[in-house]
Structures are given as C-alpha cells and as structure tokens.
T-cell receptor
Framework: DSGVTQTPKHLITATGQRVTLRCSPR?????VYWYQQSLDQGLQFLIQ???????AKGNILERFSAQQFPDLHSELNLSSLELGDSALYFC?????????????FGNGTRLTVT | TQLLEQSPQFLSIQEGENLTVYCNSS?????LQWYRQEPGEGPVLLVT?????EVKKLKRLTFQFGDARKDSSLHITAAQPGDTGLYLC?????????????FGQGTILTVHP
C-alpha cells in the first residue's frame, strides 16, 4: 500500500460529460502529481502541485484542470470528454520535489468514455 | 521532446534464466528511475540512479546508468515467476521538475515456472 488514495477506482461516462478524479496524498507529502496511462501513449505527466501551487505542467489538455486544496488533497477535472480520454489516471505524491523524495503512486482511476 | 526508448517490449522466459532490459535516449537525464507495475496497481519505484556509470544492486536486480546519463539497463539474474510484471524506466531533468518524469513505453516480462 503506497498510502496514496484515489477515488473512484472506475468511472464510466459519455462523451461530452465532465468528471472529477480525487487524490489523497500520503500523510506528510506536499507534492501531488497527475499522470495519464494509455495503451498508445504510455505514462504521460500531466501536472504537479506543491503545497497548493502549480509547479510543473506537462501534456495536459486545456479541457483538463487540476487543483490542490489546503488539506493537500488534489482533484483532476476532465471536461468535454472524448473517446480518446479513456485511460488510467494516476496520482502520485512525494514529500518535496527532489530525487531524495521518491514518488509514490496510487492505484489509479480507470476512466472509460463511451 | 525527451524520449525514452525501452527494449524489448515483451520478454517471455523460463524461471532461472537471466534477462536485460534496456532504456535509451538521445537526451541527458539528471536521474533515471526504474519502476515495476502490476495489473490494477500503480508503478512502484525500484531504484533511482543519478551518477553517470552508477551501478546499483537490489537482490537479483542490477541497475546501471550510462556514463553519459543517456541510457540505463536493468539486469535480472535467475528470474522467478514473482518477477512477472511491467517494467518502466523514467527519466527526469531534476530541479523543481523532479516529479515531471518521462517514461519509456515499458517492458512486459513474463517468467514461466
């Protein structure tokens, strides 16, 4: 158990809809990262928050947004969903943002867009 | 765009055999990590290498970071069925973007008893 909790585990929704994925980091971790894993693209970095502030951005679509709340949990919002957004979405956390502070991944949310 | 190419994509071997997985890039990375992922779970960190030429051992697993910090390898000695899984390499440019990992496509390893 990594200590990172992601909800829900599975989500099935229709194209055009909006969903929210939630992540609770390990106790004490300040950084939260979101990754998308699909068969054709592999694991892709989306965005990182550190102590409530955006720190790094990757290949995140404009239809996607995220935030980290004062209690350090994070939410990833996906809107105007398309079939191609179907993927596993992972949240990871670390104490800070250096190689001395490894990432711990949750078990992901599997999103299916029909 | 930094890319990490992993090879082979698939590896099916018998228990007791040795194997090597390669991770190559044209970019220099400040650190290279190896993860193992099982179905229904997130990746789990195995090792981080940060110095060119560095070799780290974890029981039957040996990890090497290339001298130029552009490539890495994972060698498993006497593979066991419990080693079955998806192995991923990931690189970072470090600094404040340490967690902004670039992942390879992964190697699916199956070890048959």
């Amino acid at each position: 158990d990594s200590g990172v909790t992601q909800t829900p585990k599975h989500l099935i929704t229709a194209t055009g809809q909006r969903v929210t994925l939630r992540c609770s980091p390990r106790s004490g971790d300040l950084s939260v990262y979101w990754y998308q894993q699909s068969l054709d693209q592999g694991l892709q970095f989306l965005i990182q928050y550190y102590n409530g502030e955006e720190r790094a951005k990757g290949n995140i679509l404009e239809r996607f947004s995220a935030q980290q709340f004062p209690d350090l949990h994070s939410e990833l919002n996906l809107s105007s969903l398309e079939l191609g957004d179907s993927a596993l979405y992972f949240c990871a956390s670390s104490y800070e943002g250096s190689y001395n502070s490894p990432l711990h991944f949750g078990n992901g949310t599997r999103l299916t867009v029909t | 765009t930094q890319l990490l190419e992993q090879s082979p994509q698939f590896l099916s071997i018998q228990e007791g055999e040795n194997l090597t997985v390669y991770c190559n890039s044209s970019s220099v990375f400040s650190s290279l990590q190896w993860y193992r992922q099982e179905p229904g779970e997130g990746p789990v960190l195995l090792v981080t290498v940060v110095t060119g030429g560095e070799v780290k051992k974890l029981k039957r697993l040996t990890f090497q970071f290339g001298d130029a910090r552009k490539d890495s390898s994972l060698h498993i000695t006497a593979a066991q069925p419990g080693d079955t899984g998806l192995y991923l390499c990931a690189g970072t440019t470090g600094g404040t973007s340490y967690g902004k990992l670039t992942f390879g496509q992964g190697t699916i390893l199956t070890v048959h008893p």
